[in-house]
T-cell receptor, first 116, second 113 residues
Framework: GAGVSQSPSNKVTEKGKDVELRCDPI?????LYWYRQSLGQGLEFLIY????????KSGLPSDRFSAERTGGSVSTLTIQRTQQEDSAVYLC??????????????FGEGSRLTVL | RKEVEQDPGPFNVPEGATVAFNCTYS??????FFWYRQDCRKEPKLLMS???SGNEDGRFTAQLNRASQYISLLIRDSKLSDSATYLC??????????????FGAGTRLAVHP
């Protein structure tokens, strides 16, 4: 597709269940980011991928959170044993990794996670 | 001091007004700067990139002041559709050469009739 695609767009789950969120970046974009945003709050950085490797995982809130990227393309963010405080919109963004345009991110529409 | 700081607002202005937001950053070695716009319950979208002293695009002007370490966004002739949160983003140099953009918390603008 032309833009960043995320799925599911909405996910309601019960506390303690595992969830998997998917991001399909723009073709050719080697940099991929995951952020989350709680209602009325700013963006919280989670993890950054350059190709398939993640040089910066510093934003992952706990070891219940993990992410991978395969083939330099699709990424999945997995949250194990979800807690109510995990409820947020999870945003994925991609960009060209090099040069002045590295900061021009293209965001997906997000996955809204609600943990009951 | 936060790496990127913005006045959260809200800025409430009438249609047709000129409004300006400032954003300060702490890393003096930062080279690239961006303004993003985020509508309510939507994803952020790139509004402007600022690589040198400034950039202008129609009613929007971004200026960079390296000496004082701030960038500004000026919106002229405000429209109702300009109501949104404006995010300041800074790209400081990183060890290892990888990217980590620093997002400000955003400034909320509300344009009223």
């Amino acid at each position: 597709g032309a833009g960043v695609s995320q799925s599911p767009s909405n996910k309601v789950t019960e506390k303690g269940k595992d969830v998997e969120l998917r991001c399909d970046p723009i073709s050719g974009h080697t940099a991929l980011y995951w952020y989350r945003q709680s209602l009325g709050q700013g963006l919280e950085f989670l993890i950054y991928f350059q190709g398939n490797s993640a040089p910066d995982k510093s934003g992952l809130p706990s070891d219940r959170f993990s992410a991978e990227r395969t083939g330099g393309s699709v990424s999945t963010l997995t949250i194990q044993r979800t807690q109510q405080e995990d409820s947020a919109v999870y945003l994925c963004a991609s960009s060209l990794a090099r040069g002045a345009r590295a900061g021009e991110l293209f965001f997906g529409e997000g996955s809204r996670l609600t943990v009951l | 001091r936060k790496e990127v700081e913005q006045d959260p607002g809200p800025f409430n202005v009438p249609e047709g007004a000129t409004v300006a937001f400032n954003c300060t950053y702490s890393n003096s070695a930062s080279q690239s700067f961006f303004w993003y716009r985020q509508d309510c319950r939507k994803e952020p979208k790139l509004l402007m990139s600022v690589y040198s002293s400034g950039n202008e695009d129609g009613r929007f002007t971004a200026q960079l002041n390296r000496a004082s370490q701030y960038i500004s966004l000026l919106i002229r002739d405000s429209k109702l559709s300009d109501s949104a949160t404006y995010l300041c983003v800074v790209y400081p140099p990183q060890a290892g050469g990888y990217n980590k953009l620093i997002f400000g918390a955003g400034t909320r603008l509300a344009v009223h009739p």
